[in-house]
């Protein structure tokens, strides 16, 4: 009894001078420990006489009990003193300037791309894309260009092979949907995407640059459809009153084929340095899709007509907003991103 007595002050008195939670562990460890000093107390009562074990086994459990009610209580003051020393130690001075974090900007293609896909998108017309490596077969073959075309000429690319190459122009798209349509009608597609052609970059070329694809296949679609689209694009992307007129041209994919002009929106058609004093400025290239490729995509030009055109986003885009150098959009200039911030 005087042992267990004397047991429980030596380990109050520790306990309570303890100034860490690992000394209090270790307080733990030894007294409360499978071979600590409470344990080794239960192993002596296996050698009392049988009438003293009760008595003796109440008393060590009492120990035991209070020990870890000290412990534990001891432990909880240890960490939340240790939790309010950290606190005043980290206290944050919020009155330190922050660091401001800039709202990344749209690339003026991307905004001409959304701006093109919204306005076919609300003619119901829906969007296509195609991959940018593409076979010989979607590029030209199906598009009225076989290999001895001299069209390709105009369109020479970079070849992964004969058979496949980086796509030229997204009349390639506009033959994979033809395909996939399978004679059914109607077709009503957008395509935008990248393109490539072996240029020499300079201000007004690069050899990769941006087209969007448009393709109407149904009964009696006709020249007029084609030009009343147009009219509604021109005026939506160079404002209400732009002209546009037809000029006959010649593309492999079409018949007839045209480019297109839209009346100047700097000058409003008076002449001026952007349309080098014509007062139209070419846009586009256009026409009443083949019949050859009606056919090679199993459509019959008996039963239905269709008209396509394909826009570069770049010349749009320098004609909007008076870029004067292609390669604006590819150099990553923060300077010249940041001039097409919406939030500013
Ligand atoms: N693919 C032509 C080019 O890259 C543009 C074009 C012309 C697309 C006439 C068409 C079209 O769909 O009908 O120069």
């Known amino acids: 009894m005087e042992k267990i007595q004397q047991l429980k002050q030596q380990a109050i008195d520790f306990i309570e001078s303890a100034k860490q939670v690992e000394e209090v562990n270790q307080i733990r460890i030894e007294y409360l420990g499978k071979k600590g000093h409470v344990a080794n107390l239960m192993n002596l009562m296996k050698e009392l006489p049988n009438e003293e074990k009760p008595k003796l086994g109440a008393k060590v459990n009492e120990l035991k009990q209070e020990l870890t009610a000290r412990i534990d209580e001891k432990m909880m003051i240890l960490k939340q003193q240790a939790m309010l020393e950290n606190l005043e130690k980290e206290k944050i001075d919020i009155t330190l300037q922050g660091y401001q974090s800039t709202l990344g900007t749209i690339h003026p293609l991307t905004m001409i791309t959304q701006e093109i896909e919204d306005l076919f998108l609300g003619m119901g017309y829906q969007v296509a894309e195609g991959p940018e490596i593409e076979l ?78 448009g393709l109407v296949v149904g009964k009696n679609i006709t020249l007029s459809d084609l030009k009343g689209t147009l009219q509604y694009m021109a005026n939506h992307l160079f404002g209400q009153g732009r002209t546009i007129r037809f000029r006959p041209s010649y593309f492999p994919f079409t018949e007839p084929s045209v ?80 001039m097409f911030h919406r939030f500013d």
Do not use: W
């Open 136 to 213: 010989d077969i979607y590029n030209f073959e199906k598009a009225n260009t076989p290999k001895n075309h001299p069209a390709r000429d105009m369109q020479d690319t970079f070849y992964i092979n004969p058979e496949v190459l980086l796509r030229t122009h997204t009349t390639a798209i506009q033959m994979r949907e033809l395909e996939k349509a399978n004679g059914k009608l109607p077709i009503k597609l957008i395509c935008p995407g990248k393109v490539y052609r072996r240029d020499d970059d300079d201000a007004t070329h690069s050899h990769q640059f941006m087209q969007a694809e």
């Open 259 to 338: 480019e297109v002009d839209v009346s100047c929106h700097i000058c409003n058609g008076q002449g001026c340095n952007v349309c080098k004093s014509t007062g139209f400025i070419e846009v586009l290239g256009a026409g009443m899709v083949h019949p050859n490729v009606l056919k090679a995509n199993g459509f019959d030009p008996e039963v239905c007509s269709g008209f396509a055109f394909g826009i570069g986003l770049e010349r749009v885009a320098m004609l909007k907003y008076g870029i004067d150098d292609i390669r604006n959009f590819y150099i990553n200039d923060i300077r010249f991103l940041k």
